[in-house]
């Protein structure tokens, strides 16, 4: 991860964290022990929290401890314990908050009020959860400024467009070993995510239908060369099914009913919402565990019995089931967070309670490592170049 590793550098000589308590809940993968190890060469004390239970790495959590990063994470945790977990990181009265999925943020607002006078600012990582944020700004009740670190114009083109969509099919051959070639890949939603699963999932030989709620981003299936149909469409021709929403009960019950034997429910959004289990449940029997993180549901149906295969307990598949997006990927991705707190720690103090975008200029910084990195040289413009390109005439 070299981009990061330039910013670890430059961080260990000018200490921007220093005397900074920075409150994470973020997966905990070897990649994220990168980005940690960043913030603590910039001198932030950190303190660590998982944001998926399936997707903790325990030896990482363990080598994070060794460093003396407060780290609370053990994998397959239920319920009650993520919350505390979030909790302990929200006790030691974090500086920065840095989320992936709004879990800190929203614990904050609802239940650990007490806690909010410590917080200058916070990064949000998903687009999820920046859904949640902005939910909060529309209540007017967000209380600090918060930086959409998915909408950066990096993240969007590395993590979204290429990363996430290719860990997610990644996963689903893992876990399957399913031959997507002459499937049929239904895919929810057509968003930056969405649309990358899409072009994969065709591009090794799927016929892909695509379900929206958005006109434009409908249209743009359709422009892309997709057809676009409702679920309630799609629900009896689908072999594979993939929802990359942020919205919840995207395949329910009557979906469930209407599928074929054999179909394979995955998602690739943040929280375990868009595909209903409890009407997953009702629709059939206790699931049966049939392969690692693939559970099989009986669906019955007059005359029709049938078996559905859930990947990852419908969290999201390509951390719960598979490796997550690569190095490289993340690489980009969490040297715009590592900036990005940096830049807060600088201006939250000058900034009103909001959801900011992520400044050009780390869009631009990260993307001139990455570029070096790879030895990758840039044309300069002429003196006449520049002045042409700021005049008004020919």
Request: negative net charge.
């Amino acid at each position: 991860m070299p981009v990061l590793g330039s910013v670890r550098e430059r961080f260990s000589r000018e200490r921007p964290f220093r005397d900074m308590r920075i409150g994470c809940c973020l997966h905990v993968t070897a990649e994220t022990a990168v980005l940690i190890g960043a913030l603590l060469a910039g001198g932030a004390e950190v303190f660590l929290a998982a944001s998926n239970p399936l997707s903790t790495n325990d030896a990482v959590a363990r080598h994070l401890s060794d460093l003396g990063v407060a780290t609370y994470a053990r994998h397959g945790e239920g319920p009650t314990d993520l919350l505390a977990n979030v909790d302990a990181v929200l006790d030691s009265r974090p500086a920065l908050t840095v989320d992936d999925g709004c879990d800190l943020l929203a614990r904050l607002h609802v239940d650990r009020r007490d806690r909010l006078e410590c917080v200058l600012g916070g990064t949000e990582d998903t687009t999820t959860g920046a859904l949640r944020l902005r939910g909060l700004v529309a209540a007017g009740a967000l209380e600090y400024p918060v930086l959409a670190v998915s909408n950066s114009t990096v993240r969007l083109l590395a993590d979204n467009r290429h990363g996430a969509a290719q860990s997610t099919i990644a996963a689903i051959l893992r876990t399957t070993n399913t031959l997507v070639a002459g499937s049929t890949v239904v895919v929810a939603g057509y968003g930056n995510c969405g649309k990358a699963i899409a072009d994969i999932a065709r591009g090794i030989g799927a016929t892909v239908l695509v379900t929206e709620v958005q006109p434009l981003q409908a249209l743009a299936a359709i422009l892309d060369g997709h057809r676009v149909v409702s679920m309630d469409e799609a629900a009896p021709k689908g072999d594979i099914f993939i929802t990359a929403t942020g919205n919840r009960d995207v395949l329910s019950e009557r979906h469930f009913k209407a599928m074929r034997d054999g179909a394979v429910l995955a998602n690739a959004g943040q929280f375990d919402l868009e595909i209903d289990l409890e009407g997953l449940e009702s629709a059939g029997a206790r699931p049966r565990r049939v392969r690692p993180m693939v559970d099989e549901y009986a669906i019955r149906v007059p005359g029709a019995d049938k078996r559905l295969l859930l990947l990852a307990e419908g969290r999201v598949v390509n951390l719960a089931a598979g490796e997550g997006n690569p190095p490289d990927v993340m690489d980009l991705a969490f040297a715009v967070q590592a900036l990005s707190c940096e830049w807060l720690a600088r201006q939250a103090p000058e900034l009103g309670a909001g959801v900011y975008d992520v400044p050009g200029e780390i869009d631009t910084a990260v993307a001139r490592l990455k570029l070096g990195a790879l030895g990758v040289s840039l044309d300069r413009l002429t003196a006449e170049q520049s002045a042409y390109l700021e005049s008004w005439g020919r």
